[in-house]
């Protein structure tokens, strides 16, 4: 499952997995998400926080999340991997080559430096 949190005010998203995703929890992430780009042209950022990254429930999940990022990485300036999980740093070295947004890792309990970086 995937909590997701819009700050209109930052032009920010907050996703935080509690558990396995799902192919319904990238469904869920896109009508929350979409119309905000609809309406504003992209996002400031996003931040994926979590400990430890949950994995996905099946391949179509991996598929879903895949078609995701593909859909909304040129929509998003910056995303920040906020994450004590070693994908964080895996995500910061590749991520440059398949997404136009830049990445950051930060440690699980630096959340509010990940904001700041969004924002500045």
């Known amino acids: 499952m995937l909590i997701v949190k819009l700050d209109t005010e930052n032009s920010i998203v907050l996703i935080e997995p509690t558990g396995s995703l799902d192919v319904k929890d990238f469904q869920a992430a896109a009508s929350t998400i979409d119309p905000f780009i609809e309406k504003c042209g992209e996002l400031r950022g996003l931040i994926i926080h979590t400990e430890s990254f949950p994995g996905w429930d099946s391949f179509s999940?991996?598929?879903s999340h895949l078609k995701?990022?593909?859909n909304h990485h040129t929509d998003i300036k910056r995303v920040a991997f906020v994450?004590?999980?070693l994908i964080g740093t895996l995500a910061e070295s590749l991520g440059s080559h398949f997404v136009e947004a830049e990445i950051k890792h930060f440690a699980y309990v630096?959340?509010?430096q990940a904001k700041q970086w969004l924002i500045s």
């Open 68 to 70: 995701f990022v593909k």
């Open 110 to 112: 630096e959340l509010e």
């Open 83 to 85: 994450t004590n999980s």
């Open 61 to 63: 999940a991996l598929v």
